[in-house]
Structure formats: structure tokens, C-alpha cells
């Protein structure tokens, strides 16, 4: 018997006699909420205002010394029982990653490959000597947390003078200001690790004193931390990737009330090192924060789980095409805690909305009396009639309000913000099989992807998680594995809004208990996400197949999984180089078998073996490739890529039986550069480059997944996964070239605003071209050779035309999911155009590529918020979202000069804005990121730019915000309703004109100014719309309303 069936079993006999469901549709309990007492719970943007200061990590002594000179050394040795966690370049970073874990006992490091292995909590033994090739140490229990230096230790003390510190706003990563360095590990992206810091002042209202709790969520730290309160300790948490929360109330010496003597001072000393990855991880504070008051009688933190199970008997089809509704199970659970000084009955009410606010349904579980220390799960279930389903169609969302009462029925907690929505997802094995969502066959066309973006590394502000995501739709793609870790929450709830399917990923795998905590945290707070199908344990060798304790360790995972959350099957992402590989006990664990880089008969021989357990690609394609190359050489990529993606991505979207595909990658990101090394410094497996712009072989998946699956006018020779309704990415952005200007979004310059020459109709709507090469000089030409070229042509046309200059080079018809190749072609400088067809031979869509000039000027354009783009029209005044503008070199006649590596710098000229970051997609630069200047990359470059006004959040938090953050007007405005008005007067009188005109002009602004220079070229300047309608154009209603139009 599986965990939960024993789980569900042991609630059917004893919890829910106790706990009998009511659903009264004439009781009080159908009170909206509104007509309730105000609850005692706020949550407030704890973001604002941290002091920041980071360390480097003294590898060699230091934190370490002592815990170095606890293991006892050994070469040429062989450990068992100490699994793969890493891979490192020196043994130094081994080590420290073992000092690094409270119970690791034993480290052995491999100087061949650089892997990384540690003790897991478990019995182990070492062998000497066995081979020539390992170093490592063992000592006898587990070590005690590495000391805090003396230094180190003061910086967390409540009076340590942080004044010179910078301030920053989170999310932050620590690591991405510094600079590049070839002795750093390249699986980092070359940035060196460090110890970082971070001090917040603040004030707690008075009226929480002594009525209640209060706690600080973080979403994310990374990667183990120290929180101290004023001076003391008061929290270690080990995972980088896990949220948590830390009371702050019953700490000895916390202070309530306004002023600074009763100010406080919150510590934290986070390790940005020592992570599970090979890829870049960031540091520090990069995800939200908040803070938490509630009463003492209060739900637990992500202590409930919503779920809408539908009959799929009773799924029906409305006439709109898009909308279907069935009767759904409504299954609701909260964990409550009683931390009052005396006993109390408790009672859980769970109240479900519709999207219109509507009052659907009103259950109330049996009350219980809760003794001083106790928490208890409440629960209650309902069928709900004719429900309106989620799914890629319409991505319709409803409200659960979980209302906690006590003594005698007085409010005591409610939560109003858990949504959820009703969908049906089942896995079935076999060739009638594969993923079936609200009834439908469902292929997966996704990506995983890592956590950075360029000018704010692993620091993603919410609307570049927007970007991202529309990112994926317009190639698309369906589905987003969250590779390797947890995601920001943020993330989720964008995908929930766009109906991006969700593998839910924790990567170590092992019977260390952190590690078992690990997923089930991630379960626990993600399990109410639509959007996510199911969870995944471990990744490749990390899933320890041939370990003889796997089946326990599995056992563990899925246990902890599925008591968070019974509803969602478990799954593994793993490799295999034979089938005899994937015949191994963890198989038996998870429901649903992932498949990493397999060859296609593997697929075909594991069906044979277990025709019953249902498969997905759930990684495939790590095809590199690097924007603007038209050639290979020692440091650099090809553009082209399409052999491979074609191959290897098709071996999980033709087979029947197999449940789609998972591409590595979307996007580039920091670390693990292949083939290339230094002086590369991040992948390049991405469709999109570091900083967001789209290679070659975004067009050729926008080409086969998107308008292949959508236009029965395009090339559909397949005789395989045939689209559903579901199937098909209805609502997909435009697919931008960075080397084309879009007209609605373009900047002033000099010399007036002009279109673009090389802006050719490539995209028809539903058939696409788009040659890979572009058409410059090279070495050839100027060697005064014949230059004879390759030409592709990605194109979902039935054939395509390639001419030079007019003269027609010749004419290829287009295989399924393949793409065109003209072979010979000789350069003449002017213009190459590809021309689809269609079938009846009429050309629908073409491409030109130009032989530019002299570079002559700049031109901006606006991608985010960009209607193109998916990402809104304005960016809200919060003093946290971000927008993204793309500086073009270009000729003049407008075309991108391919070869420009021109230095762009980006200056705010007015409005409330910084520019935080820059990028230029190159995987070889070496420029600061957080800058305001950068080299264009072919012509390219990217600037990030962040609001620096409050003024559009809710007024009660503004309220808060002004009452407990003691420096927010030192780095980001503060505007506090009702009062700064008052303030500017009294500036006025006191003589203090000009500041009080600076504040003027800065809350009146409905824009923000930039403009670009370079030295030699006509400059340029781009305006951001602003604005306070917080509720219109927040980034969860920009999303929401771009699927609702559509």
C-alpha cells in the first residue's frame, strides 16, 4: 500500500466523524464576508529599504578553519554511500559545501570530472586505496553550524553602524554586481561566491502590541541563512529554495511603537554558496518578502490546500468554443494553530466565490476544542454544480475564504485569498493514452528553465516573469518545468493566469531530512497553483537508481508529497543510457516516469516493459546556439540548431504513448557554459539569449508548435499528435526579432522617427519564415574570395523561395518539422529573401535580410510592458515593477548593423525610474550587470528599468508602509496617503521650494524618460508609461486580461 492510501484510509476512519461536513445553503455561514468583523490578519511588502553588504568566501580559512580541521583527509579512496550533489572546479569548494550541511559527515571529490559527493545522513564506508583520482575527509559525527567570524558577528549585532552600507529593495541577487573572474567556478557563471548581509529598520505599530503575532514570510534566501532580531538569533534556514516564515513578537526585546528608540533591526548573514546546482543560483534575498500579523488562534503558514476535482462525465462544451463546465468536488483543508494562553472551541468556516464575487457555497466543519500548543487540520468537502473549468482556453479562477472563529463565534483569522481552479488532469499509459486534461488528449510542448534574467540575475521582479512566460507562448510552448527547485511564487501564480502546465521540481533526493522537508514545503505551498500537475523528486543521477536505498528514499518522497497533497501524481526526472537503467525500484514509486536525454528506442523498450506506467520527454534538446553567429569557431556557436531540436524533440511528440516533450532550454542563464568555457560564461542551449531576445530557433518552434498545431494551412504532414480544442496555444504574443523595430513601440531619435527597412511581413498569422544567416560581409569577401554560403530557412510553409537581389537561388519544399537548406549561395551585397508559400502557391509570408551601412544612430524600442509582448501598456507605481528597453544600432536606412558592438549608454532623463541592470545576450561579455552602460551584442542591447514611486499600492498597506519602514524614502518613494500633501506645504512655508517641486514633479509624472548614447552615433530617447491604477495594470491583471481579450 502506497503512503497515501494508508493516509487517505486513516482520515476516512477517524478524522471525519469529528469533523462532518455541512453545507447549508440557508445558513449564516452564506454571509459574504464583507459582512464579517475585519479580520486580525494583515500582510504587508516587506521588501523595501534592506542595507546590503557582501563578504568573499575565504575558502582556504577563515568560517572554515575550524571545521576543515575536523575531518581527517584521504586520496585515492572510494566512499560508499555518499551521493552526487555537485560538481565543482577545486576540492576547496567540496569541502566547504560538506562543512556547509549540519550532518555531513564524509565528502569525496573526483579531480577528473569535478563531482561533488557527500554523506546523506546515512551509513557509509570508505575503501583505501581503490584508485588515483579522489581526495576527500571524513570525521566521526555531525558537525555543529560552521562558527560566525568575529566580524562577521558584529554586523548582525543591533548596533553595528550600517550607514555606509547600500540600500536596496528585494528582490536582490547579492552576486550579480560583481565582477566576472576565470577563477571562479564556470558552473557559477564565473561570479565568485560570497557571504552576504542584509539589515532592515523598522518600526511595528503600536496596535500589534500584545494582540497578536507577527512573523516575516520570506520567499526565498539564498541559500542558508541566519535571521537575528536585534542582536539575537532566531533563525537558521538551510534550503535556498524553500519559503518560510519567522516569528518576530516573542522575541526578548522586540520593540512596538513609532520613533527611533523604538526601532528594530532585523540580520540576516545569508551562504550564496554551497547550492544543489551546476548552473548559476544567485544569492541573498532575490524572491518578496512580508509582513505577517495575526491572532493567536491563527491558520498555519500555507496551511491550506484548495482543491475542484470535476467529473469528467459531466464535462460539457458551452457555444463560445473556449468555455466548459462540469460538477466538480470541492475539498478544502486548514491546519490551525492555537497559541493562545488558554484553551479555546475553534470553528473553520471555508466560503467559495465565484470570478464575479458571487457567493457559491458555504461549508463549516464540526468545532473542536484546542488546547494551548495544539494544531489541527479542519476539512470539509462538497459537490459544487456546473463549474466553470480551468484550462488553456479560459483560465477561469475561484476564491476560497477560510475564516477561523473562537470563543463563542468572535473572528479570530481569515484568509481571502487562496484561489484555485477546477481542472481535470490524468496520466494514462499506452498508445490510447498520454496526458488527458478536462477530458482531452493534451501534448506537452514546454521548456524547463533555470532562474536568472540579464541586469537582475536570479532577482526576476514579477512583470519579467510575465515576459517569460508570454515568452514561452509566443514559440508555442505549453508547459515549464521548474528546473531544478521551487519556484518564486510569483511565477506560479503568472502561469496560473495564463494556463502554462507546471512540473513542480525539488532537486536532492536522498534520506538527508532537510531534503525530505525540502518537498514537502514546495507541495505545501504550491498545491493550490492550477498550473501545477505534478511534483517531481530529483533530476538525472541525482535520482540515485542503482542506490540500494532508493525504494526507501522514494518511499519518503512520495509519503511527504502526498500528504500535502493527495490529489497530484509524483514523478522523477531520470536518465538512462539502456533500459536496464530505468529497471529499478524508484520506477515503482512514482506515478507518472520521467525521461531525460533518452534515445528513442528507450522509450520504445520501456513501454514494452511496463506498459502501464505513463511516460513524458521530460527533458530533451540540449541543442546549443548562439544569436547573430552565422558560423561555428573555437568561441563561438551557430545560430542554426534545427537538426538537433528537430530530432530530439520530435522522439516525445510523435510517440503515442508519450506525453509530449520538455526542451533545455527557453532561455540561456548563467553557469554550465558547453562546449565553450571561458570565456563564456553562461549557457547558450536557450531559444532566447540571456537578455531576452530571440535566437533563430524561437522562429523555428514558433513555426512547428505553435501555427503547426493551430493552422491547417500551414505544412501538417504529421500523422501524430493531431491538436485538441486544449491543444492548440490559442493566445500566443508576437515572437519579436531583436533585430526588427516595432513602429508601436519605437523611440524618438535625431533624426525623426523612422520604420525599419528590414521589417518584412515574416509572420503571416499563421504561416511563418525566417532565414537564420544574415547577409554581411565576412573574411571571404574581403579576401576578395568566392564566398559561396549555406542558407536555412525555418518556415512551416509547404515550400519555400529563396532569392539574392531578386534573382531567384532556388526553391525547397519543407518536410515535416524540418526546415529549408540552399547550399552554394553567393554573396552579393543587397538583400536575401526567403518567400513562403502556401499550398495553392501563393506567397503568404516573407523575410529579408539586408546588407547594412555605416552604424549612424540608436533607436529604443519598448518590449516591456509592451502589448506585443503580452506584458501591459503601463507599469504600475509600486516601487517595484520593471520594464525593459531594447537599444538598436542601426544604419542609415534603419537596418540593424549586424556587426555593431557599439557602447550604448542608458540615462534616466525624468520621471520616477533607475535603471538597475543591462545585458546584451553575449555569452562571452564580461561587463558589469548592474550598470548603465553596455556593448551591443550584433547590434543589440538591453537596459532594465525599475519604478522608484509608491504610490499605486493599497492605501491601508501605504498606511503600513509609513508607519514600519523606518529608511523607504532613501532609495524608493514613499508616498503616504493623506500626508505628503500636508508635507509639501510645509516645505513651502520653511522656504524648501525646490525640494518640495522635486516631489511635485516627481508624483505628477505619468512617464519615465530614457535615453541612449554612444559616442559617434545620433542618440535617442524612449518614454515608459506610469501608472496608479494599481488594480488595472498590476502584472496579475495584465496577464489576466490579455488571456480574457483573446
Not at 550533489?85 to 570530472?113: E, N, P
Request: one cysteine or more; proline letters at 5%.
Amino acid at each position: 500500500m502506497h503512503c497515501e492510501m494508508l493516509l487517505l484510509a486513516l482520515l476516512s476512519l477517524a478524522a471525519v466523524p469529528s469533523l462532518a461536513v455541512k453545507a447549508d445553503a440557508s445558513s449564516s455561514d452564506n454571509v459574504p464576508l464583507s459582512a464579517h468583523p475585519s479580520p486580525t490578519r494583515e500582510t504587508i511588502n516587506f521588501d523595501f529599504a534592506w542595507r546590503h553588504f557582501s563578504t568573499p568566501v575565504d575558502g582556504s580559512g577563515g568560517p572554515f578553519l575550524s571545521c576543515r580541521t575536523a575531518f581527517t583527509p584521504f586520496e585515492n579512496t572510494t566512499c560508499y554511500g555518499v551521493r552526487l550533489v555537485s560538481v565543482f572546479s577545486s576540492a576547496d569548494d567540496c569541502q566547504t559545501l560538506c562543512c556547509l550541511s549540519r550532518y555531513c559527515r564524509a565528502w569525496m571529490y573526483d579531480i577528473r570530472s569535478g563531482a561533488c559527493s557527500i554523506d546523506s545522513e546515512r551509513e557509509f564506508s570508505c575503501e583505501h586505496p581503490t584508485n588515483d583520482y579522489t581526495v576527500g575527509g571524513t570525521r566521526p559525527a555531525p558537525g555543529p553550524l560552521p562558527p560566525v567570524p568575529e566580524m562577521d558577528a558584529s554586523r548582525l549585532q543591533y548596533d553595528f553602524d550600517d550607514s555606509e552600507w547600500e540600500i536596496v529593495n528585494a528582490p536582490h541577487d547579492s552576486l550579480l554586481g560583481q565582477e566576472f573572474s576565470e577563477n571562479a567556478s564556470s558552473s557559477q557563471g564565473n561570479l565568485p561566491y560570497q557571504f552576504t548581509f542584509y539589515r532592515k529598520h523598522f518600526n511595528l505599530p503600536s496596535d500589534w502590541e500584545k494582540a497578536g503575532q507577527v512573523s516575516v514570510y520570506f520567499e526565498g534566501i539564498f541559500r542558508s541563512s541566519l535571521v537575528y532580531l536585534n542582536s539575537i538569533q532566531i533563525n537558521f534556514h538551510e534550503s535556498g529554495y524553500t519559503s518560510f516564515a519567522v516569528r518576530l513578537d516573542n522575541v526578548t526585546g522586540v520593540k512596538f511603537g513609532a520613533g527611533k528608540e523604538n526601532e528594530n533591526v532585523l540580520a540576516i548573514r545569508a551562504q550564496a554558496f554551497g547550492g544543489s546546482g551546476w548552473w548559476y543560483e544567485g544569492g541573498g534575498l532575490y524572491r518578496h518578502n512580508y509582513l505577517i500579523f495575526h491572532s493567536n488562534i491563527h491558520i498555519a503558514t500555507n496551511g491550506i490546500l484548495a482543491s475542484l476535482s470535476p467529473d469528467v462525465a459531466s464535462i460539457r462544451q458551452l457555444e463560445d468554443g473556449r468555455t466548459t463546465t462540469a460538477d466538480a468536488s470541492l475539498h478544502v483543508r486548514a491546519t490551525v494553530r492555537c497559541d493562545a494562553e488558554s484553551g479555546n472551541e475553534v470553528n473553520v468556516t471555508f466560503q467559495l466565490y465565484d470570478a464575479a464575487n458571487k457567493l457559491l457555497v458555504a461549508l463549516a466543519a464540526n468545532r473542536t476544542y484546542m488546547k494551548p500548543g495544539d494544531s489541527f487540520v479542519f476539512f470539509a468537502e462538497h459537490l459544487v454544480e456546473n463549474v466553470t473549468l480551468w484550462s488553456p482556453t479560459h483560465t477561469y479562477m475561484y476564491r476560497v475564504v477560510t475564516m477561523v472563529s473562537a470563543g463563542g463565534g468572535v473572528v479570530s483569522d481569515i484568509i481571502n485569498d487562496t484561489y484555485v481552479g477546477a481542472r481535470s488532469a490524468q496520466w494514462h499509459a499506452g498508445y490510447g493514452g498520454g496526458f488527458v486534461l478536462n477530458g482531452e488528449p493534451f501534448k506537452w510542448r514546454g521548456f524547463c528553465n533555470h532562474n536568472d534574467l540579464a541586469g537582475v540575475g536570479t532577482g526576476i521582479p514579477d512583470r519579467l516573469h510575465l515576459f517569460r512566460a508570454q515568452a514561452m507562448k509566443s514559440v508555442g510552448g505549453n508547459s515549464w518545468r521548474m528546473s531544478h527547485n521551487p519556484p518564486a511564487p510569483a511565477l506560479l501564480s503568472v502561469l496560473d493566469e495564463l494556463a502554462i502546465l507546471v512540473w513542480d521540481e525539488t532537486r536532492n533526493f536522498g534520506d538527508e531530512r532537510q531534503w525530505v522537508q525540502d518537498i514537502q514545503d514546495m507541495v505545501e505551498r504550491d498545491r493550490n497553483h492550477p498550473s501545477v500537475m505534478l511534483w517531481s523528486f530529483c533530476n538525472e543521477g541525482g535520482c540515485l537508481q542503482h542506490d540500494p536505498d532508493v525504494a526507501s528514499i522514494g518511499g519518503q518522497f512520495r509519503g511527504s508529497a502526498k500528504a500535502m497533497d493527495p490529489f497530484r501524481p509524483v514523478t522523477a526526472n531520470m536518465v538512462a543510457k539502456t533500459i536496464t537503467d530505468l529497471q529499478c525500484p524508484l520506477t515503482g514509486e512514482v506515478d507518472v516516469q520521467g525521461f531525460s536525454h533518452m534515445q528513442g528506442f528507450i522509450f520504445d523498450d520501456f513501454y514494452d516493459l511496463y506498459p502501464n506506467i505513463p511516460v513524458i520527454n521530460s527533458e530533451c534538446c540540449s541543442c546549443v546556439t548562439q544569436r547573430g553567429e552565422d558560423t561555428a569557431d573555437e568561441t563561438h556557436l551557430a545560430n542554426f540548431n534545427a537538426d538537433c531540436i528537430s530530432e530530439q524533440s520530435a522522439r516525445g511528440i510523435t510517440r503515442p504513448f508519450v506525453s509530449g516533450s520538455l526542451v533545455w532550454t527557453l532561455f540561456d542563464y548563467l553557469g554550465e557554459p558547453t562546449p565553450v568555457e571561458w570565456p563564456h560564461v553562461s549557457s547558450s542551449f536557450g531559444s532566447f539569449d540571456l537578455a531576452g531576445f530571440s535566437k533563430a530557433a524561437a522562429f523555428w518552434y514558433r513555426a512547428w508548435w505553435l501555427y503547426n498545431f493551430t493552422h491547417p494551412a500551414g505544412n501538417d504532414q504529421s500523422t501524430t499528435a493531431k491538436p485538441t480544442q486544449l491543444d492548440i496555444p490559442r493566445h500566443a504574443p508576437s515572437l519579436i526579432d531583436p533585430q526588427v523595430i516595432d513602429k508601436n513601440s519605437v523611440s524618438s531619435a535625431n533624426s525623426g522617427v523612422r520604420s525599419a527597412a528590414s521589417a518584412s511581413p515574416s509572420d503571416s498569422g499563421d504561416i511563418l519564415v525566417h532565414i537564420v544567416q544574415h547577409w554581411e560581409p565576412n573574411i571571404a569577401t574581403a579576401m576578395g574570395s568566392d564566398d559561396l554560403r549555406t542558407i536555412q530557412v525555418y518556415s512551416n510553409a509547404p515550400h519555400v523561395q529563396l532569392s539574392v537581389n531578386g534573382k531567384t537561388v532556388g526553391t525547397q519544399f519543407l518536410q515535416w518539422y524540418g526546415w529549408a537548406q540552399f547550399s552554394s549561395v553567393s554573396f552579393e551585397p543587397g538583400n536575401l529573401t526567403a518567400a513562403a508559400f502556401s499550398s495553392s502557391g501563393i506567397v503568404v509570408a516573407t523575410h529579408t535580410r539586408l546588407t547594412c551601412g555605416a552604424a549612424d544612430s540608436i533607436q529604443l524600442v519598448l518590449d516591456v510592458p509592451s502589448a506585443s509582448t503580452g506584458t501591459g501598456t503601463a507599469l504600475v507605481l509600486d516601487g517595484q515593477d520593471t520594464g525593459m528597453i531594447r537599444a538598436l544600432i542601426v544604419d542609415e536606412k534603419n537596418s540593424v548593423v549586424q556587426s555593431s558592438s557599439h557602447n550604448v549608454t542608458f540615462t534616466l532623463t525624468s520621471g520616477p525610474g533607475r535603471i538597475i541592470g543591462v545585458g546584451n545576450g553575449d555569452p562571452a561579455c564580461h561587463e558589469a550587470n548592474k550598470a548603465t552602460s553596455r556593448s551591443a551584442y550584433h547590434g543589440v542591447v538591453r537596459a532594465v528599468i525599475q519604478v522608484t514611486l509608491n504610490s499605486a499600492m493599497p492605501v491601508h498597506v501605504r498606511r503600513r508602509l509609513a508607519q514600519i519602514d523606518a529608511e523607504s524614502n532613501h532609495y524608493t518613494y514613499l508616498l503616504n496617503p493623506g500626508e505628503d500633501t500636508h508635507r509639501m506645504g510645509e516645505m513651502k512655508q520653511a522656504g524648501d521650494t525646490t525640494t518640495a517641486a522635486a516631489i511635485d514633479e516627481l508624483l505628477s509624472a505619468d512617464s519615465i524618460t530614457v535615453e541612449a548614447t554612444s559616442p559617434g552615433l545620433k542618440s535617442a530617447t524612449i518614454s515608459i508609461p506610469v501608472s496608479n491604477d494599481f488594480e488595472g495594470h498590476n502584472v496579475m491583471a495584465t496577464a489576466n486580461a490579455w488571456m480574457e481579450q483573446r
